[in-house]
T-cell receptor, first 115, second 115 residues
Framework: AQSVTQPDIHITVSEGASLELRCNYSYGATPYLFWYVQSPGQGLQLLLKYFSGDTLVQGIKGFEAEFKRSQSSFNLRKPSVHWSDAAEYFCAVGASSGGYQKVTFGTGTKLQVIP | DARVTQTPRHKVTEMGQEVTMRCQPILGHNTVFWYRQTMMQGLELLAYFRNRAPLDDSGMPKDRFSAEMPDATLATLKIQPSEPRDSAVYFC?????????????FGDGTRLSIL
């Protein structure tokens, strides 16, 4: 079975600074990887996804993530954080299991942006 | 943009009462998921439908929870009788799951408080 670890529960960055949110996964084959963002009072919104091909994927809102098979990681990055990026971020891994899809979400990382 | 619609957005009721939460998936999506989110447990998958048939409801307390999909445009999650520990945000998500690489699209959730 697959699993996802987001080691940082809470991160604080200054507006304009760069950001990297960590995600490690466990799965025997090539996984399907997702990053979602959740703003207060809202559902999860897809930021980006990785299926195959180029290991650096671009998403919405200026985010990107890099798949590193050797490290079992899929870290999310943004070169310059805006105050509106304050939210909770979830990494997820999808895989086929018993003939149907199963997606496992990490526990999330809360991002605080300070002026 | 097509959206997953959940109603009601907020529900406050006394323990022992029946609670019904509704979800309208994105038109054309053949898979519906119900999640529960709490501070303590994070995001938990409760149930999973594909082409209106329940595929996996192992995450749901069977004695009081039930999930149905009477037609392709409506999914329901019922709690009877409700208990204070059921207080949480309940999310519905829909997707196309013909291949194991399609993201889920989330509604904005129902915030449930059981007094």
């Amino acid at each position: 079975a697959q699993s996802v670890t987001q080691p940082d529960i809470h991160i604080t960055v200054s507006e304009g600074a760069s950001l990297e949110l960590r995600c490690n996964y466990s799965y025997g084959a090539t996984p399907y990887l997702f990053w979602y963002v959740q703003s207060p009072g809202q559902g999860l919104q897809l930021l980006l996804k990785y299926f195959s091909g180029d290991t650096l994927v671009q998403g919405i809102k200026g985010f990107e993530a890099e798949f590193k098979r050797s490290q079992s990681s899929f870290n999310l990055r943004k070169p310059s954080v805006h105050w509106s990026d304050a939210a909770e971020y979830f990494c997820a891994v999808g895989a086929s299991s018993g003939g149907y899809q199963k997606v496992t979400f990490g526990t999330g990382t809360k991002l605080q942006v300070i002026p | 943009d097509a959206r997953v619609t959940q109603t009601p957005r907020h529900k406050v009721t006394e323990m022992g009462q029946e609670v019904t939460m509704r979800c309208q998936p994105i038109l054309g999506h053949n898979t519906v998921f119900w999640y529960r989110q709490t501070m303590m447990q994070g995001l938990e998958l409760l149930a999973y439908f594909r082409n209106r048939a329940p595929l996996d409801d192992s995450g749901m307390p069977k004695d009081r929870f039930s999930a149905e999909m009477p037609d392709a445009t409506l999914a329901t999650l019922k709690i009877q009788p409700s208990e204070p520990r059921d207080s949480a945000v309940y999310f519905c998500a829909s997707g196309l799951w013909d291949r194991a690489n399609q993201p889920q699209h989330f509604g904005d959730g129902t915030r449930l408080s059981i007094l």
